[in-house]
């Protein structure tokens, strides 16, 4: 049986892609496969009593090392603020490509903690800062400093020790291009150095924790019990910053996009599942409910969204049991094609996830198959005809054609770039001043106008000829031929209409990250949380592959 | 030391902030990113054109001839996307001439991508600058300083054909050598391992 690849018009939709969830794709958990057999160690720990000072953690195989820097500063209440703005973190990080010397982490220590002010280096990979979740973090010191261990309960509400509010990469501030390490095997798949230095954070958190209560109390502390360890991740607060992201690399979203309909469609297409195939997945859908359960938030949105996937986990299961004959064919399809019938677009997003589980010999290929040359996207083929730009507009952005960009509420919001700390930010057009100075994220309102302005050309102008009287149109005439060739690559939405929530974009992206817990903050910032439950570094070499679920 | 992303940035957004379109802004940023690491001093250049380009007046030239010659200098922005856009068409000319063009180290990513887009290489010779554009893989010159290049007088441009650069002589040699990894067959050996019929007269 032949299943087709799902229509991007229905996938690329904004309520759709912020439905999506974590699965067996996602960057943290290829991140660990990967580097389950390289050799963890902690090279050097030197904080004073009060934890500030140095660390460093790396992972190495061969004559191959990535060394996490981290400086860990005293920071007053006053001046903690997860927002983009802040100028000081509790704790600042790098990683480093091999092993830095005494001279590196002196000048590291000049740049690292001042972030997007300092300069970094072609040696450096990645950057990142992060802040204490005071209310946890202080309640794990107090209780560590008295010999008892937290209330797990207590943490559980808040899920990690320390969020991260920006990880930076790919050349930013000095910072390494991706050009000089893309052809590492071990890299090969989008964000992992971002997701090593996030893992390793998470371990710093644990030993600091640990070490201050050691010298508050030395003579009755304990260290944090493992497996509180594990149930705990990093957070992360996210802002605007990821959302012309998905605007400005259009082919690797596509890839992203295109990895787990790949997955979806071969896994549709599964005659007969085995029982052992049938028990993983089923094992993690029963497993979900209390872990959705788990899932606090403040945000009405979000509140809605668990209860709609809480009752859809429920109604699945109800399904399995009554309606799946595990010995029938294509069983995964059928159930597929109900959800799609009967359940949210968070309920079918998570099926999809949960699909992938027992087919590792499916998702495996497809993880390296994620990452993108988008140099090899970027030229306008000249010589093609408006004839074809026409019928790749009419074929891929059929329902962008359709909104009516005269009307105020399809034109409400502009995107642009901040000037004291080029950050994007989402402003109100007739409102807030600024939108003459737009970025080019407005795509659907410039394919009209492209459309429009070709609409009475004639069909063998060349594109060419074309450009040289129409510049202005130029960016979006590009957008056009990537769609051709890669479909998933544009979202199928008004990006500027007054009915946006931007954070569906950040979800989208978080959801291929591998975060969960999305606990939105307001329609422009998140907070989630990261390898929570997730194996610790030096149980690399054997886990539970399932252990997102636990 | 300015990462080459930082620099790709930068430049796409200083050609927008200089009235530019976005579209053309991003060419822009990616082709001094290409100077830059191809060694050639593309910041300097599109630095000290920004400069100037509010206060003088730049022509374009939207359909090229043999022999193109401007009143005022060219736009080495406008000339290159022109040429770039119609560089299949273009090619036909085989040979271009062009005079009075301002920095015209800016034109040449575009005559570089060109390259790439016709399959040909390109002869570029910027007065008594000469480079030989190879796909867009690599440039072959003789212009190795970094001082800037606010204009040139003469700019001539050859599509190269298609042929190899080596004798006749030089590949025989060659083959004859590379059979030494081929093994003598004996008819023995032909009826034993041959994978394909012995005879194709059926």
């Known amino acids: 049986m032949q299943v087709p690849l799902r229509d991007p018009k229905i996938v690329m939709k904004l309520s759709r892609l912020g439905s999506f969830h974590q699965s067996k794709l996602s960057f943290l958990r290829s991140f660990l496969n990967e580097f389950k057999d390289w050799k963890y160690n902690r090279d050097l720990f030197d904080l004073n009593d009060r934890g500030y000072g140095v660390a460093i953690y790396s992972f190495s195989k061969d004559k191959k090392t990535y060394s996490l820097v981290c400086f860990a500063n005293e920071l007053k209440d006053e001046e903690r603020s997860d927002r983009v703005i802040a100028t000081k973190w509790d704790a600042a990080f790098a990683l480093y490509d091999g092993i830095p010397s005494k001279i590196d982490i002196d000048r590291l220590s000049q740049n690292v903690p001042k972030q997007e002010v300092g300069r970094l280096s072609y040696k450096e990979l990645t950057l990142s800062r992060a802040n204490r979740s005071v209310r946890a973090f202080n309640y794990v010191v107090e209780c560590l400093s008295k010999g008892i261990q937290p209330n797990t309960n207590e943490l559980s509400k808040v899920g990690y020790l320390y969020r991260t509010t920006a990880v930076y990469g790919s050349g930013k501030f000095g910072l390494a291009d991706r050009f000089r ?79 787990k309909e790949t997955a979806l469609k071969k896994i549709r297409e599964i005659e007969k599942v085995s029982e052992e195939e049938f028990k993983i997945f089923y094992n993690c859908l029963t497993k979900s409910l209390k872990n959705v359960t788990s899932w606090n938030t403040d945000s009405e949105y979000q509140k809605k969204k668990i209860n709609n996937l809480i009752n859809d986990l429920q109604n699945l299961i109800n399904y399995l049991k009554d309606n799946i004959d595990k010995s029938n064919f294509y069983i995964f399809d059928k159930l597929y094609n109900w959800a799609e019938e009967n359940l949210s677009e968070e309920g079918v997003e998570y099926l999809v996830s949960i699909m992938m589980e027992p087919y590792n010999e499916i998702t495996d290929p497809l993880i390296s198959q994620m990452s993108s040359d988008e140099d090899s996207s970027f030229n306008i083929p000249v010589d093609r005809t408006i004839n074809d730009l026409r019928e790749i507009i009419e074929k891929n952005y059929s329902d962008i054609l359709k909104i009516d960009f005269s009307k105020n509420e399809n034109n409400k919001k502009f995107w642009f770039i901040s000037k004291n700390k080029e950050e994007p930010r989402i402003g109100d057009r007739f409102e807030d001043n600024g939108s003459e100075l737009e970025q080019p994220t ?10 429009e302005t070709i609409f009475t050309l004639k069909n063998s102008l060349k594109i060419g000829n074309f450009l040289v009287q129409n510049n202005d149109l130029r960016h979006i005439v590009r957008r056009v031929f990537i769609t051709e060739k890669y479909p998933y690559s544009e979202i199928q939405d008004n990006t500027i209409g007054s009915k946006l929530v931007p954070i569906d974009m950040l979800r989208l992206k978080l959801s291929f990250f591998g975060a969960v817990k999305f606990d939105p903050r307001s329609d422009k910032w998140l907070r989630i949380c990261m390898f929570q439950g ?13 252990w997102i679920y636990n | 030391m300015r990462s080459y992303s930082e620099i790709d940035t930068i430049v796409k957004r200083s050609t927008k902030a200089k009235g530019f379109s976005w579209g053309v802004a991003e060419e822009i940023g990616k082709n001094i990113k290409q100077l830059e690491l191809f060694g050639l001093p593309g910041i300097k250049h599109i630095n000290q054109y920004f400069k100037i380009f509010n206060n003088e007046k730049f022509e374009n030239c939207q359909s090229f001839n043999k022999s193109n010659r401007p009143q005022n200098f060219y736009c080495p922005i406008k000339l290159g996307l022109s ?3 119609q560089s299949i068409s273009i090619q036909e000319l085989n040979d271009i001439e062009i005079e009075k063009m301002a920095y015209p180290l800016i034109f040449l990513p575009f005559v570089s991508r060109s390259s790439e887009i016709t399959g040909k290489r390109i002869f570029l010779k910027i007065d008594q600058k000469e480079f030989l554009l190879n796909f867009n893989q690599s440039i072959y010159s003789n212009y190795l300083s970094s001082e800037v290049v606010e204009k040139a007088d003469v700019i001539k441009i050859q599509f190269l054909e ?30 034993k391992t041959a994978g394909a019929g012995l005879t194709d007269n059926d």
């Not at chain 1, 109390?217 to 260290?223: C, G, L, R, W």
């Not at chain 2, 650069?165 to 009826?191: G, H, I, M, R």
Request: glycine letters at 4%; charged letters at 25%; hydrophobic letters at 40%.
């Open chain 1, 181 to 259: 390490i893309k052809n590492r095997d071990e890299i090969n798949g989008p964000f992992r150095l971002e997701m090593m230095l996030v893992y390793l954070v998470r371990q710093f958190t644990f030993d600091q924790v640990n070490h201050i209560a050691k010298h508050k109390n030395p003579k009755d502390a304990v260290e944090l019990d493992l497996d509180i360890c594990r149930n705990l991740g990093i957070g992360n607060s996210t802002g605007l910053g990821m959302a012309p992201f998905i605007v400005n690399h259009p082919s690797l979203l596509n890839n992203w996009i295109l990895a």
């Open chain 2, 162 to 191: 298609n042929k190899n650069n080596f004798s006749e002589e030089d590949w025989k040699e060659l083959t004859k050598l590379s059979e030494n990894t081929f093994v003598e067959e004996t008819d023995e050996l032909k009826q």
């Open chain 1, 534 to 546: 997730a194996p610790l570094p030096n149980e690399l070499n054997s886990f539970n592959q399932y």
């Open chain 1, 442 to 451: 407005a795509i659907a309102r410039d394919i009209k106008k492209l459309y």
């Open chain 2, 83 to 85: 040429f770039f856009d």
